[in-house]
């Protein structure tokens, strides 16, 4: 079974909301097993359990909110010690071009510095969006494709999980088993 | 006069629309000369000319087109010679989530590598839409907001220019002299 | 009389002495009023009081503190209140390579959002040494390079607020007055 | 066998030295076959070939040198047809503070764009020194711990490719086959 965390720090839960979706999106791999959880709720445990982390917070003032970078610091005496999971990065800010691309760079990069593979999408999951860097939002996701780009980023996390950690390689995105974009 | 150089690079034609929205936003700062240009007419005359600069370019792979890479590579003679103008960056993805504003970061740190002191736009120029590290765009501008932002951009660089190049503090942003917020 | 603050986050002292290295180069411009504060001190009015600002946390784990980043989330209620002033950063890291630069990247974020203009130095301050995008450092300022490179940060600091915001045009540093590389 | 690619653009040597360094640390993991090559002798078969990939530009400006960009726009026709393999980033800067993780960081966005899991070391090679985001230089590597950076930043390339490429377990870096950091 391949183990996924969707890890997150929400305030005014948009970003708790786009966890949910990303849940979702793990969970369309069969033999996945997915946890959801705020920080408040998550453990270190949680974290050695899982093989990949999808990592949520809001765009505050164009990065990290202290809360979530705060996790982080505490898990410190753990560091080197987590190397090699896959994780990947998600964000609501307050408008489009208020940081959240920026906001899951430097979750990515707290990811990197405790040996984490990061990823983003490639994927159009509609019109004129992406995930490229991580799931981005203004807000909460309300539209289709905003919704399906954080379904996209959880599925993406748990396919890869599925082809790297346990050997499934008939899953690898490349394989054509469904439309990765509108024009496909 | 204020001088404020918009220098762009485009390939399909939507960073240059930006590009003519920003030097429309220059435009509304009095006293202010604006210069529109593509890299392919500007020269090192023009750089050394302006107060200020707008920089813009297509997100391409999630950072700077290599076309407008090459035209700063060039100016490294000058390297050190500039030090102090104002800059700020604008850029165009081929969708949301597509890395416009590691583009528009990428941008200022080449004008802050050339001595520039570059700043965003904190207003929010309509609802959920802002231009905080620089103007960004999925294709071309559309609807008021996405072409606010980027006159705002222009015209927040003319007042900077205004302010600091001129002593004109009575055009600070702020100052009052206008809404910044659709709340205001 | 310009007005400077050198406002640091500290752990474990490295950051402290850089803030130190930073305020002495701040005194170097003749009338500018030079303040040093952590962000234990520092208030509001400190923030309000400043013509510019050079920010220093430690690096952890690739970027800001969350010390350092909660002080600016409490500033919020001021938000758009700050447009205009000028800022800088640096920090100090474990070792090269362990994210510094990122660190500072992530600071001039912050100043970004709250409307700051933000800029590096282009000088280099001796064989191989520089601090472009902010001061970094691993561990604390030994060598004299790595002192120099704090301290022309917070000289440039002082100059350009002394240049922009008190119109003192003689001090610009294209101006010649000192040797800003060791190959001059 | 895991295949590994080594590709880079260098202009005065220094990252072409770090390329060889790191191409002899892909190498000291058994069943790893490593190609070393710059960006004018490299073709899109060697892109397809390789498991995973260290990109290496010198920074310029503080960004990927504009040949390298170049070299990956004019893949975009096999875009989305290369996901799931693995990358990391080196980087020579003329000193230190001039940019080299931020050119680092944007080479990761380049592979990222193109669907790569990318990371960083989180070793210590030496005092005061990593390759926390990818191997970072001032010139040209010529301290132990200098060269070991970029030696242990392929070695760790080759092992993540040998434990989720080829699913050989026991390389994984937390087995504790060797001595990671000078305090273990």
Redesign the interface.
């Given at each position: 079974m391949g183990k996924v965390l969707v890890l997150y720090y929400s305030e005014d839960g948009h970003t708790e909301k786009m966890a949910r979706l990303v849940t979702q999106g793990a969970g369309q791999v069969t033999q996945t097993e997915v946890r959801c959880k705020s920080i408040a709720d998550a453990s270190r445990d949680d974290i050695f359990w899982c093989d990949g982390l999808a990592l949520g917070s809001p765009t505050?003032?164009?990065?990290?909110?202290?809360?979530m970078?705060?996790f982080?610091?505490e898990l410190?005496p753990d560091?080197?010690?987590l190397?090699?999971r896959?994780g990947c990065a998600f964000s609501s800010q307050?408008?489009?071009?208020?940081?959240?691309?920026?906001t899951c760079?430097?979750l990515l990069?707290?990811l990197?510095?405790?040996?984490?593979?990061?990823?983003?999408v490639?994927?159009?999951v509609g019109?004129?969006?992406?995930?490229?860097?991580?799931?981005?939002q203004?807000?909460e996701p309300r539209e289709a494709k905003e919704k399906e780009?954080c379904q996209r980023l959880g599925r993406r996390l748990a396919e890869?999980i599925a082809?790297?950690?346990d050997?499934r390689r008939e899953l690898?995105?490349?394989k054509g088993l469904y439309k990765?974009?509108p024009w496909d």
């Open positions: 505050q003032l164009g990065t990290v909110a202290a809360a970078k705060k982080w610091e410190l560091w080197q010690k190397d090699g896959i307050g408008g489009w071009g208020g940081g959240a691309e920026l760079q430097a990069t707290i990197m510095n405790f040996g984490f593979l990061v990823f983003g490639t994927d159009y019109d004129q969006f992406t995930a490229h860097y991580g799931a981005t203004a807000g780009a890869w082809v790297y950690a050997g690898h995105p490349l990765r974009n």
